[in-house]
């Protein structure tokens, strides 16, 4: 066989100048952009075109039946039998059903007394309610304190349970399934969860427990989150504008015309016979509320979002808290797909109308393509089309169709409508972390059970002196570098230099901000910013 050399493999023109480096890499660009580059480009193109059009119109469909709904929608206290709950002068307080409180806890010294007092301060018959705290503290110091703090409220004739475990398997899932085990919850009817720095109203069990007391079709009546912190600064305000869009939306439109959504983990009341009739807690992933909501919905029962009732609680105030958050919310939904997309196609006890909406429309779209999307196209794609003039994106792909989807994304939250632009960049660069934590939970790999607890400042009041406090724990150089942003920042920096000079695309303005956006979150200070109102 004749030996092979690098002049049998190399063209001759790789080595007309050896030491110009910027033009060999000019001439292998120019020998595989048209066979090879400029075909995988288009074929992204399509995909993303594509998938843009699918959140295109799951975007429009809900803002019309949002729209219906705030017109013409019947409340729920008219689609369900809403009767509130009464005295029985000869049963007495017996007449009440049963409701077990949890609140499951990590490490929350800072919260402890919030939600440990809100719980307590739950307006219901004494006798009719148990508050169950679920400490899987493993800070000696904190777990003292929690204890102390279930016996003073004991001491009070609160009738409160201060649970602990000797591992943290399962995590959250395993505190939960753990909790319902113990003797004093068969007697329970209901169980009502919050996580450690939500603190419900008083009347919160009036509002909620009617609904599922009156109509036995109800496994879960889930409340809106209200945040003590959303002002602080500019993440927070993002973040809000976010998830006030899932819950005013996302979640009104799933109970209203599916009566299904996904559980958000707390703030939420279960029907314990629900929860034991679709198998429990599961800690096969990271949302273990939403794998509890899908098998429960597969066996028949129904859900209620009322936003009329809400819970106040904090958002992550830090970029380091609200990155795990996310990977977490990212990763998860993908891996149960993964998991579940047979078993709910299979079932056989649910309409297919309801099947198509939770594969296709709950998990498919908003829970994949919309993070996936979000990165390649907007991030990867798009910039790329300035190195690769051959390949156009059409202006509907490239402008309409995502100004279109940012504002009806914005409709949750009208005060913050002059932070669009902020919010849309800030989407864009936390989708390069949802896109990751996306595969990673399609694939099953890496950090796919990844579990670290949101960091938690405390009560609003006592946000400013908590962020000074923790100012030196955020100015650690792990914490505030961040080189994922950074490489994604020098790519569409780099591409936006090579529009000016060679490009004819016009997207320079676009990428130079873009590429702003991802140095600024590189060196961690989005979360310094603090916006007017």
């Not at 002068?89 to 010294?109: A, C, W």
């Not at 919309?370 to 089309?385: D, M, N, R, S």
Request: proline content about 4%; glycine content about 6%; some cysteine.
């Amino acid at each position: 066989m004749e030996r092979l050399t690098t002049t049998n493999i190399l063209p001759n023109t790789f080595y007309g100048r050896r030491d110009d480096i910027t033009e060999q890499f000019g001439i292998m660009w120019r020998q595989i952009k048209a066979p090879l580059i400029v075909p995988i480009l288009k074929i992204l193109v399509f995909l993303c075109l594509v998938m843009s059009i699918m959140l295109f119109i799951e975007r429009v469909y809900m803002f019309l039946v949002i729209t219906f709904l705030k017109f013409f929608g019947k409340k729920p206290e008219k689609r369900y039998k809403w009767e509130p709950l009464k005295d029985d002068v000869e049963l007495g307080n017996s007449s009440y059903p049963m409701v077990l409180v949890q609140i499951p806890m990590y490490n929350e010294k800072e919260v402890y007394q919030l939600s440990i007092g809100a719980a307590c301060g739950l307006s219901w018959p004494s006798d009719r309610i148990i508050v169950q705290v679920l400490d899987d503290s493993t800070d000696p110091i904190t777990k003292n304190l929690v204890e102390m703090e279930c016996q003073r409220w004991g001491s009070k004739g609160i009738n409160i349970k201060y649970e602990v475990r000797d591992n943290r398997n399962g995590y959250k899932a395993g505190a939960l399934k753990e909790g319902l085990k113990h003797s004093y919850v068969k007697q329970c009817d209901f169980v009502a969860i919050f996580d450690a720095d939500f603190q419900p109203e008083p009347d919160f069990l009036w509002h909620t427990i009617p609904f599922l007391v009156h109509n036995p079709q109800l496994s879960l009546v889930q409340a809106r989150w209200k945040y003590v912190n959303a002002d602080e600064c500019l993440l927070t305000r993002l973040q809000e504008m976010s998830l006030d869009y899932h819950f005013s939306v996302e979640q009104e439109v799933g109970s209203s015309t599916h009566a299904f959504f996904g559980f958000n983990g707390t703030a939420g009341v279960w029907r314990i016979a629900a929860i034991e009739e679709a198998g429990g807690w599961k800690d096969r992933t990271t949302v273990e509320d939403m794998d509890l909501a899908v098998r429960a919905s597969l066996k028949g029962w129904k859900f209620l979002f009322l936003g009329s009732v809400k819970v106040k609680n904090e958002l992550p105030s830090t970029l380091k808290a609200y990155r795990y958050q996310q990977h977490r919310w990212s990763c998860g939904p993908a891996n149960l797909f993964r998991k579940m997309c047979m078993e709910i196609a299979r079932n056989k006890k649910v309409s297919l109308w309801k099947k198509v909406h939770v594969i296709y429309s709950f998990f498919f779209v908003r829970k994949v393509v919309a993070h996936i999307v979000t990165f390649v196209f907007y991030i990867v794609v798009l910039p790329a089309t300035v190195l690769v003039p051959e390949v156009v994106v059409p202006k509907w792909g490239a402008v309409y169709i995502p100004a279109i989807i940012t504002i009806l994304n914005a409709v949750g939250t009208p005060r913050s409508f002059h932070l669009l632009v902020f919010w849309i960049l800030f989407e864009n660069v936390m989708s390069l972390h949802r896109a990751k934590a996306t595969f990673i939970g399609l694939l099953e790999a890496g950090r796919v059970n990844e579990w670290i607890v949101t960091e938690k400042l405390g009560d609003a009041f006592k946000l400013k002196s908590a962020t000074k406090a923790f100012k030196k724990h955020r100015m650690r150089l792990g914490d505030r570098i961040h080189l994922l942003e950074f490489a994604a920042g020098a790519y569409l920096f780099f591409c936006g230099c090579y529009d000016i000079a060679f490009g004819n695309n016009h997207y320079f303005l676009y990428l130079f901000i873009q590429a702003f956006a991802f140095l600024i979150v590189g060196f961690g200070y989005v979360g310094t910013f603090v916006p007017n109102s």
